[in-house]
């Protein structure tokens, strides 16, 4: 294969684009568009740091050095590679760069983009994380797409917006899988270097000018990370800056790295050009012995698990035949990176390193909006309806396996209590049958649970990188979900009315199979609403069937409602719990009109509104469509809260998490001196800066 020729570094003058690679004709136009500006200049980034040290705050109190006066920088059409040791960093660099360190996370030192303090606003910056969060009844095809309708600006036409996503395709290799699923737990899909691609190709389909990955090519085998690495270097040339965390490259893959960032426990050990660091090792005192692989001899020296691997290998035949003339096998793993830190610290690396970040940093170059999505909110919402009708429909364990679930159900109650009739006992058997119904089948939906889990997790990913706002994907899951819960709720409501035969009427019919849809939509809102929060499946059902099996105790079934205790439990409870109003409705719709055996022929017969009042306790001056327009607004005040947990997580947990860390520091640091004073950290950013920055 075609290797381009190697980077090499610009020579920084007044000009700032002079020596820059120009963009492809499709970035220009894109960039063009973002920027709003009538000469826009430069649209390149470059980016900076300077004595950058991340501490992170550990539960205890304790702090952690993470990273340790890192001084660096990336260039437009220069690929950075970061390589390090597990644990060395590069994750928490590249956090730090994006602003998307955890909240536990401080930072001191400076990070410019463009000359410019400023942070990085999502769009601007892609982050490809090490997740592959895709949705799985898609084909490649599909992802890409619907990725970019959701993004691209409306007037631009269908047929350009094809021609990105088939050019993306090709970019990443993609062609052969392209109609193939992605795949989940049901359907057999792509494999896991296919989907890194695929979420690579996620992100630079908006040809972004700043491109963070965690990782790319871990999972790969060495012919998919080679194509991979080679497809971010071809990105690189196009213009735009591209910084990776690779772990352990290939000789070939190495080979294609412009710059090299080499780590070792948060300190830098090397940062130059990659094909320089081979001499920097030799002068350091470490060689690369013949017949070894460059990286592997570069991560081996600065890898301390390393001396590990030697006291075991120690006195086995491998180690006797090895030979002895690789300085490593004298020293320990601990003696050699503090060797090679001082060596670089003082080395002309170093010392050019921070000329160059302090040149780069004077030029203010162009700064662009914040990025993300073009297209209006109505093609937002209407793309993510569709996607995720589409994923539903195709997804059996999402909707079709809860209908097959609740029909068998409802054929169970039809069969149960089939043809009640209006003896004396089925009074009885008329409630129990609804307070079975509005309990038990509608407590079913947590079922779906899983799948709305897998949802917020693409949602999140999405989010983070600026796709569409929060709005957008509340209004689309409810409405993508509605035609399923119809159908749900109609076939089983109407199995369950007509073979138990409930009160006859149309209307009658109507009020109960509304009354359900209801009840089950507010169950799917309140699952979604803790999915938004507690992302773990078990620990979102426990909380979910706690919350509902409350909610039922004081529906009015278990105990009669003027039994149940008033304080808490009748007010407020009761009346929060949607089993309530669903039992206060549906006792009206079904008894009312009724007339019923007494004990005994000769006894009178009790009318329906008798035992509505006497024995049910209901409130029978309240109409029954009040009680079905309670639940209904019990949806939208879900999906409210829905909306509000979201921006909740987003915003208000992640500043009250560093504020209790920042905390735990001081407190900790009262005590002891820390390497930094916590006055010069700053807070990690959050979205708070993201959506700040968007007005
Ligand atoms: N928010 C945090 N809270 C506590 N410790 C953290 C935090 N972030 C990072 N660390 C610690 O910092 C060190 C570096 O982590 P980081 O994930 O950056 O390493 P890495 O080089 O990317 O590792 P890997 O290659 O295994 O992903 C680890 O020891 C990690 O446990």
């Not at 499709?26 to 004595?51: H, M, N, Y």
């Not at 790319?216 to 990370?225: E, H, K």
């Not at 309990?439 to 899983?450: C, D, K, L």
Request: with cysteine; net charge neutral; proline share 4%.
């Amino acid at each position: 294969m075609e290797i381009e020729p190697s980077y090499k570094p610009t020579s920084l003058g007044n000009e700032p684009s002079s020596n820059i690679p120009s963009l492809s004709p499709l970035s220009e136009t894109l960039w063009r568009e973002k920027a709003k500006t009538e000469i826009i200049g430069d649209v390149s980034a470059r980016l900076t740091w300077k004595d950058l040290t991340v501490m992170v705050t550990l539960s205890n109190g304790e702090t952690q050095n993470v990273l340790e006066n890192l001084t660096g920088y990336a260039e437009p059409g220069c690929f950075t590679a970061l390589m390090g040791p597990s644990g060395s960093g590069k994750s928490t660099l590249l956090d730090a760069l994006s602003s998307r360190l955890a909240s536990n996370a401080f930072l001191s030192g400076t990070i410019l983009l463009n000359g410019r303090k400023e942070k990085l606003s999502f769009g601007t910056a892609a982050y490809v994380t090490q997740d592959d969060n895709l949705i799985g009844t898609l084909t490649v095809r599909e992802t890409i797409w619907y990725s970019a309708r959701l993004r691209l600006p409306d007037k631009m036409s269908r047929s350009d917006k094809r021609a990105l996503v088939e050019s993306t395709i090709v970019a990443m290799g993609l062609q052969d899988c392209a109609d193939t699923v992605i795949g989940n737990w049901h359907l057999r899909g792509i494999s896991g270097g296919e989907k890194r691609r695929v979420s690579i190709a996620l992100e630079i389909l908006m040809r972004p000018r700043l491109l963070f990955l965690d990782e790319p090519t871990s999972g790969l085998d060495s012919a998919s990370a080679f194509f991979v690495t080679q497809t971010l270097r071809a990105l690189a040339r196009d213009g735009r800056t591209v910084i990776a965390s690779i772990h352990q490259p290939s000789s070939e893959v190495f080979e294609l790295f412009d710059q090299l960032y080499l780590l070792s426990g948060g300190k830098t050990v090397y940062f130059g050009q990659a094909s320089e660091a081979y001499e920097f090792f030799e002068q350091a005192g470490f060689p690369c012995p013949a017949l070894r692989n460059p990286s592997d001899h570069f991560l081996r020296c600065v890898n301390s698990d390393f001396d590990k691997v030697k006291a075991t290998l120690k006195g086995s035949m491998k180690l006797r035949f090895e030979s002895s003339d690789d300085p490593l096998d004298k020293i320990s793993t601990a003696e050699a990176i503090r060797t090679l830190v001082d060596f670089y610290r003082t080395s002309q690396h170093s010392y050019a390193a921070r000329q160059k970040v302090d040149e780069i940093s004077k030029i203010r170059g162009t700064v662009l909006e914040a990025g993300g999505s073009e297209a209006s909110f109505l093609l937002q919402t209407y793309i993510l309806t569709k996607r995720s009708f589409i994923n539903m429909s195709r997804d059996f364990g999402y909707y079709w396996l809860r209908l097959v679930i609740y029909i068998v159900v409802t054929i169970c109650i039809g069969t149960i209590y089939l043809n009640v009739g209006t003896g004396y006992n089925s009074i009885l058997a008329r409630g129990s049958c609804a307070s079975f119904v509005f309990g038990f089948v509608t407590f079913m939906s947590i079922g779906g649970f899983p799948s709305f889990v897998e949802d917020m997790k693409v949602f999140q990913r999405e989010r983070l990188n600026g796709h569409y706002g929060v709005t957008a994907f509340v209004v689309s899951n409810t409405l993508s979900a509605t035609p399923f819960l119809i159908l749900i709720t109609f076939l089983s409501g109407t199995i369950c009315y007509f073979m138990v035969q409930l009160h006859p009427g149309f209307s009658h019919y109507v009020f109960f199979v509304l009354c359900l849809y209801a009840s089950v939509t507010v169950v799917e809102s309140l699952m979604m609403a803790i999915a938004s929060i507690v992302p773990n499946f078990l620990m979102g059902i426990i909380i979910g069937a706690g919350i509902q099996g409350i909610f039922m105790l004081v529906s009015g079934y278990f105990r009669l409602p003027h039994d149940i205790p008033k304080p808490v439990w009748r007010y407020p409870m009761s009346y929060i719990s949607f089993h309530f109003w669903a039992l206060q409705g549906q006792y009206q719709n079904d008894l009312n009109g009724l007339i019923f055996d007494n004990q005994t022929p000769e006894l009178p017969k009790i009318p329906g509104e008798y035992i509505l009042e006497y024995v049910f306790q209901i409130d029978v001056k309240r109409s029954k469509w009040i009680d079905l327009s309670v639940i209904l607004s019990m949806i939208i005040i879900y999906r409210i809260i829905f909306f509000i947990m979201i921006k909740i997580n987003e915003d208000v947990t992640p500043w009250i998490r560093g504020y209790l860390a920042r905390r735990r520091m001081q407190q900790k640091s009262g005590a002891q001196n820390t390497t930094i004073a916590p006055d010069v950290l700053t807070q990690s950013p959050s979205l708070r800066t993201y959506i700040s920055n968007k007005k």
